[in-house]
């Protein structure tokens, strides 16, 4: 009878479906199919064979108004920048809260397709709002960067004028998390004012210290194309440096 029952089940089981079965216990049977069925889902894009992962963090609060559509710019410049380098990013926004506007895809297309979901925000229609939460989106995107499973080359880039106005993290704790996680940060301040009048810093001041204690850089570019095209250069440059292909 045991020799017939197993000629039967061999009728309709894979032979690797009967050896699987036979080395787990009677008793573990039940546990054993539940568990596989609320076995949670594979990422549905795997980053194992990229070797750049890139976070994108931009400022779409009101007071950003006057330079919206040059932020969508740099995004877009950005994309060019890296086409061809086989990395993969993301986009989050900040206002006076977090906003998700693209997720993890190829830079090439993402980022433009990001370009055009850009705007301002106006949370409840009447231009009121608090202030920026700067440093509540960059612990966003470093905590998407250093969940990423890879050991890719990591790096944030924020996109806004660089200043806080109420985020519940504090600057210490973005650049303790940036430096374990190995992310290396870039700055572009986009604004209709300079960042630094004579020797005072106006704003930025926070983004300046998060790019050089993480080996990057922050620009002041403003609105001024040429400014854009050699900061996005040197963005190039120092990520080919650290590793990875020319872009």
């Known amino acids: ?107 090439d297309s993402g980022l433009r397709d990001a370009a055009a979901r850009i705007a301002l925000d106006d949370v409840d229609g009447t231009g009121k709002s608090r202030g920026a939460v700067l440093n509540d989106g960059l612990l966003a995107g470093l905590t998407k960067l250093g969940s990423a499973d890879s050991g890719a080359q990591k790096s944030l880039i924020v996109i806004g004028e660089g200043n806080d106005g109420g985020s519940a993290a504090q600057f210490s704790r973005l650049l303790d998390v940036a430096k374990a996680r190995h992310v290396q940060c870039f700055a572009l301040l986009v604004a209709n004012h300079r960042s630094q009048v004579g020797r005072v810093r106006q704003f930025g001041f926070d983004l300046y210290r998060l790019a050089s204690g993480t080996k990057g850089k922050a620009y002041d570019v403003r609105t001024d194309p040429k400014l854009l095209d050699e900061a996005l250069k040197d963005v190039a440059k120092r990520l080919a440096s650290a590793g990875q292909p020319a872009l």
């Not at 000629?7 to 079965?21: Q, T």
């Not at 596989?36 to 950003?64: C, E, F």
């Open 1 to 107: 009878m045991p020799l017939l029952f197993a000629l039967l089940l061999s009728a309709f089981l894979p032979v690797n479906h009967i050896r699987n079965a036979a080395l787990i216990p009677a008793k573990d049977c039940a546990s054993t199919r539940a568990s596989v069925m609320h076995r949670a889902p594979s990422s549905p894009h795997s980053h194992t064979d990229r070797t750049l992962l890139i976070g994108i963090v931009i400022d779409t609060h009101p007071q950003q108004r006057n330079v919206i559509a040059f932020e969508r710019q740099v995004i877009e410049s950005l994309a060019g920048a890296l086409a061809g380098s086989g990395a993969d990013g993301f986009v989050i926004s900040y206002s006076d809260q977090i906003h998700p506007i693209a997720d993890w895809s190829p830079v």
